[in-house]
T-cell receptor
Framework: GQNIDQPTEMTATEGAIVQINCTYQ??????LFWYQQHAGEAPTFLSY????GLEEKGRFSSFLSRSKGYSYLLLKELQMKDSASYLC?????????????FGTGTRLQVFP | DSGVTQTPKHLITATGQRVTLRCSPR?????VYWYQQSLDQGLQFLIQ???????AKGNILERFSAQQFPDLHSELNLSSLELGDSALYFC????????????FGSGTRLTVV
């Protein structure tokens, strides 16, 4: 089965940097996704890591270590609009399926 | 607009009732996934269909069922509703059933009173 852990809540100040961690235990691993979700809205894709290392995309970066079952999402130059939930999801390709299994999400509040 | 259409956007119903949620996937996408998101929870995978056939089943209750029709739209049927079924229900679609290609709909908010 899959077990995905991330902190429930985090706070940060506008302009700062925040790192959201995600650890996972899976029976099969085929990549890790990060999504942003504002309250009541659909998740929106942020990043996808399948190999170890850092993927940078503007103010957002995502890191993966497959041997440690660990990923983080790094948000730089925080803005008020970054207040949202950030969902870590593992890609499960076992048994003739290809789907995402999500963690419970980290609610980030950015203060002025 | 993501191209994935979910209807209705909001639904309020009483306990014990039955409702049907509808999802039209993005044009050309063959696979549909259903997720449930209860208050302050992550997305729980319910079920996946690919080109009309059930491909994977997650934590879906026996009171819930789904199907995908020949035109590829999908319906999620929820019966004998309980207060705890109140949640956001999201549909996602992908071209060939690849998770790397997920596109989410805007969701249906179900409130059971």
């Amino acid at each position: 089965g899959q077990n995905i852990d991330q902190p429930t809540e985090m706070t940060a100040t506008e302009g700062a940097i925040v790192q959201i961690n995600c650890t996972y235990q899976t029976s099969g691993f085929n990549g890790l996704f990060w999504y942003q979700q504002h309250a009541g809205e659909a998740p929106t894709f942020l990043s996808y890591n399948v190999l170890d290392g850092l993927e940078e995309k503007g103010r957002f970066s995502s890191f993966l270590s497959r041997s440690k079952g660990y990923s983080y999402l790094l948000l730089k130059e925080l803005q008020m609009k970054d207040s949202a939930s950030y969902l870590c999801a593992v890609r499960d390709r076992a048994y003739n399926t290809d789907k995402l299994i999500f963690g419970t999400g980290t609610r980030l509040q950015v203060f002025p | 607009d993501s191209g994935v259409t979910q209807t209705p956007k909001h639904l309020i119903t009483a306990t014990g009732q039955r409702v049907t949620l509808r999802c039209s996937p993005r044009s050309g996408d063959l696979s549909v996934y259903w997720y449930q998101q209860s208050l302050d929870q992550g997305l729980q995978f319910l079920i996946q269909y690919y080109n009309g056939e059930e491909r994977a089943k997650g934590n879906i209750l026996e009171r819930f069922s789904a199907q995908q029709f020949p035109d590829l739209h999908s319906e999620l049927n929820l019966s004998s509703l309980e207060l705890g079924d109140s949640a956001l229900y999201f549909c996602a679609s992908s071209v060939v059933g690849a998770a790397a290609d997920y596109t989410f709909g805007s969701g249906t908010r179900l409130t059971v009173v």
